[in-house]
């Protein structure tokens, strides 16, 4: 089960499209951290998964004390129950310092980076109380980031206002070192016409200079093409665990109570019934409410061609745009029907010149049967009777 701890709704940016909700001066407390976390390791021993523990906000860099006490908690009550637990975070990255990564490192903490691609693009939103940029300060911390983890994850949303810069930006962070990118559009904001057009063209460029990485054998992984092809290869389930509010994943808002996903752990609004709390565990009609909701058919889909390819889980996304669990936001559909054909183009041209990079991902199994054979064909050990009685 993945755990979302939310230690705070404050933050120090002030991104237009945050999902989290208003920016407030709530933080959790450690004992109420360290009782979230005795949750979710009770959840995991009745099923044997693995606890992750995923730390949000708001920024949660702004709660460093109250995250080391409930590592340190988790850590000693995982050993105890003879349990794995892992520790992820979500952050801006504007607060980490070194010192911050030697304790990451110490404790096996993940952290996935916010960045919205090059400086013209990450500076129109990702903003600071005062309306200025972000990206400057942050930049200077890119080096001990990479250091740190070189297979560092780098979160990116594009927005109608950015996305003349989406090409440039994804290709900053790749040239920089990030080559794990995590691309998601905005689809809770209005997109025209124009701006969606804008978007295909962006898209089909980040494709070629996917290809052009490929052919020259850099490992990369672009969400974008990656899970599409994934899911034309071997199918939803190949993605592993998706959409499963309540069930999978959980969210703990810095007060105690439970709800389904991070979108709704909006306390301030309190329009999302809570599943419960820490103290007191699921609320079980409310949590059987949620998980029957997020799992019906999406109204709109029907028998829409990409629906086994459309990034149409998120529950909590299609209310956030719809108020609907059941209704994907229109602008998801108009990026799925973008970001297919695109998908398919670049697959295909790296299928039919037999890239290594595009195979080994997709095709893991054929890659190393065509090697074993290859080194049994020149082993000598193999070779023909005939010839070994020369």
Known sequence: MNGLIHLTHDCNL???YCFTGAKWKREMDADTGRKAADFILDQVARTGERAVLSFFGGEPMLCFDTMKAIVEHAEVEARRRKLTCLFRMNTNGTLITDEHLAWFEAHDLVFILSVDGNQAMHDLDRVTASGEGSFG??????????EHNPAMMVSVVITPRNVGHAAAGL?????????????????????????????????????????????????????????????????????????????????????????????????????????????????????AAIVEASHAPK????????????????????????????????????????????????????????????????????????????????????????????
């Open 299 to 390: 109204t709109p889909c029907g028998d829409c061609a990409y629906s086994d390819r459309c990034a149409n889980e998120c529950a909590c996304e299609h209310y956030s745009a719809t108020g609907r669990i059941d209704t994907p936001s229109p602008a998801l559909c108009e990026h799925e029907r973008v970001i297919v054909p695109i998908a398919d183009r670049v697959g295909n041209q790296l299928w039919r010149e037999q890239n290594l990079v595009f195979l080994r991902k997709q095709y893991p199994d054929a890659v190393l049967a065509a090697r074993r054979a290859a080194s049994k064909a020149h082993d000598p050990s193999e070779a023909p009777e005939e010839r070994t009685n020369k």
């Open 137 to 146: 300060e942050l930049e200077k911390r890119f080096p001990a980031f990479l």
């Open 171 to 287: 290709r900053y962070l790749l040239d920089t070192g990030f080559k794990y990118l995590i691309v998601k559009p905005d689809v809770t904001a209005p997109w025209t016409r124009d701006a969606v057009a804008e978007l295909e063209r962006q898209y089909n460029l980040i494709g070629d200079d996917y290809v052009m990485r490929a052919r020259r054998g850099d490992e990369l992984y672009v969400n974008l093409f990656d899970d599409k092809w994934l899911q034309h290869t071997k199918g939803a389930e190949a993605m592993g665990i998706r959409c499963d509010v309540g069930s999978s994943q959980v969210s703990v808002a810095p007060s105690g109570k439970l709800y389904p996903c991070v979108r709704w752990v909006q306390e301030e609004q309190d329009t999302v019934p809570a599943l419960g709390d820490v103290w007191n565990g699921f609320t079980p009609d409310r949590l």
């Open 14 to 16: 002030r991104c237009p």
